[in-house]
């Protein structure tokens, strides 16, 4: 009998057991489920919810936008949490948003104004792509739009007005005054009669926003806040993610520090004024503009002035670089950074990824 009866507690514990962690499973996919697709992707996608829609219809909305991972999810997700108010408007969203965070933004709906504009500026556009989004968008030329931010008169106002906005920006060997300095992210404007000052403006309070938090820091370093995001120009255009950046940062200051040339082949393009996407060998990397670090006269110096505009990690990893002993460092056509501490080792590096055919050009 006692047997028996140990058999059947031992039966029971097992199965209580296999229904906890199914449970515990359950949970652990749910929660994922309600997890941002993409979590540092900050990109903007326009939805529209038409009236009428049912919950059904909205969750598979969403899901072709590839804004939630599953319907099911958005249902249980809604019903659990007694949600029944979603409404009929459009929306702008992101990748980077939950699940949680969409459904609130639904639940409050907003009024849409179909002549609003949204100009989208990605991390590392250069202040000639920023005029073509902008004219693009706007009753504004982009001839108007380069002018604008080339008047001096302008240039000036700016300078009394933002705090990290210096007498640097003004040097005559600057091919853009405020390369650098108008943040990357997306704005929403009136109509598309919105003035060239209005939009620099915003994105020099937003500029303002992300160099406050810093202020401290900044005030710390030996470089002044025009250096800072120079080097943090660069750092956007040769790294690909957070990580990479930092170590590229590190190596930049580390050969800053031994007063050799930064070597970038990024300067190059922008001082020959060719956008990265169209820079091949066809310029000469070696040429000397105020720009080119590649160029032996660069030497122990940073570009005169920014050569795109940085995100807010770019920043901060040119403000607080890993510390490491790399001074060299090269990437191939996938993206992958390798970093080295010699010339020997670099250029073993650079031949490796050649002959396996995953050079960049």
Known sequence: MKLKLKKSVRRTLIIALIILGLIISGIG?????????????????????????GNKKIGQILKDK????????????IKLN???????????????????????????????NPNVVRL?????????????E????????????????????????????????????????IYYPLEGYLFPDTYEFKNKDV???DIITRMLDEMDSVLTEDKKEIDKSSFTIHQLLTLASMVELEGVNDEDRDMIAGVFYNRLNAGWSLGSDV????????????????????????????????AGKLPIGP????????????????????????????KRVYFTKTEKEHLAKVQEIKNKGEWPW
């Open 29 to 53: 996919v749910y929660q994922y489920q309600l997890s941002p697709v993409g979590k540092k992707d900050t990109e903007v996608i326009t939805v529209e919810i038409p009236s009428g829609s």
């Open 66 to 77: 590839g804004l939630i991972r599953s319907t099911g999810a958005f249902l249980v997700y």
């Open 82 to 112: 007694g949600i029944t108010n979603l409404k009929a408007s459009t929306y702008d969203l992101s990748l980077n948003m939950s699940l949680k965070e969409i459904v609130a933004i639904l639940a409050k709906g907003n009024t849409y």
């Open 120 to 132: 989208t500026f990605k991390e590392g556009l250069n202040i000639r792509q920023v005029a073509l």
């Open 134 to 173: 902008i004219a693009s968008k706007t009753n504004h030329s982009y001839d108007e739009i380069i002018s604008k931010m080339q008047d001096e008169t302008f240039i000036d106002t700016l300078i009394n007005k933002y705090w990290f906005l210096t007498d640097e920006i003004k040097d005559s060997d």
């Open 195 to 197: 003035s060239v000052g």
């Open 267 to 298: 300067t190059a393009c922008y001082g020959a004024k060719v956008d990265i996407k169209d820079c091949n060998d066809s310029i000469d990397y070696n040429a000397y503009t105020p720009y080119n670090t590649r160029n032996i006269q660069m």
């Open 307 to 334: 050569i795109c505009n940085p995100s807010k990690n770019s920043i901060i990893g040119s403000i607080s670089p890993s510390k490491h002993s790399y001074y060299y460092f090269v990437a191939d056509k996938y």
